[in-house]
Nanobody, 124 residues
C-alpha cells in the first residue's frame, strides 16, 4: 500500500516556476515507478512525466519536454516535478501516481495509487 500527498501548487505568472512535491508512505515506494498527470477543466487527465523506481529513467510529454523535470529522493520518499517557463495552458490539477512495478509508463490506468491533486494556475 502507498499513500501519496502532493503539495507545491499555486498561482504563478506565465514564465514563472513552481516545484511540486509528492510525499509517499509505504514500504514499496523505493521500488515504485512514479508518474505525474494533470487534468484541466473539461479535459481528460493527461500524462506529464514519469520516473522509474531507480530514478534512472525519465519520460516526458512533448508539451512539457525541456521545461519540466521529474526527480526523486529515496531518502525522503518524495518525488518532485520542477516546472519552469510555465504557460497558461499548463493550468490544471496535478496528480502524482505510483505503480506497483519499477518501470515507468505513460498510461494512467497502469498506476495503482493516486494522490488527491494540487492546483496549478498560470496567469497570462
Amino acid at each position: 500500500q502507498v499513500q501519496l500527498v502532493e503539495s507545491g501548487g499555486g498561482l504563478v505568472q506565465a514564465g514563472g516556476s513552481l516545484r511540486l512535491s509528492c510525499a509517499a508512505s509505504g514500504r514499496t515506494f523505493s521500488r515504485s515507478a512514479m508518474g505525474w498527470f494533470r487534468q484541466a477543466p473539461g479535459k481528460e487527465r493527461e500524462f506529464v512525466a514519469a520516473i522509474s523506481g531507480s530514478g534512472g529513467s525519465t519520460y516526458y510529454a512533448d508539451s512539457v519536454k525541456g521545461r519540466f523535470t521529474v526527480s526523486r529522493d529515496h531518502a525522503k520518499n518524495t518525488v518532485y516535478l520542477q516546472m519552469n517557463s510555465l504557460k497558461p495552458e499548463d493550468t490544471a490539477v496535478y496528480y502524482c501516481a505510483a505503480r506497483v512495478a519499477t518501470v515507468a509508463v505513460t498510461t494512467s490506468s497502469m498506476y495503482a495509487y493516486w494522490g488527491q491533486g494540487t492546483q496549478v494556475t498560470v496567469s497570462s
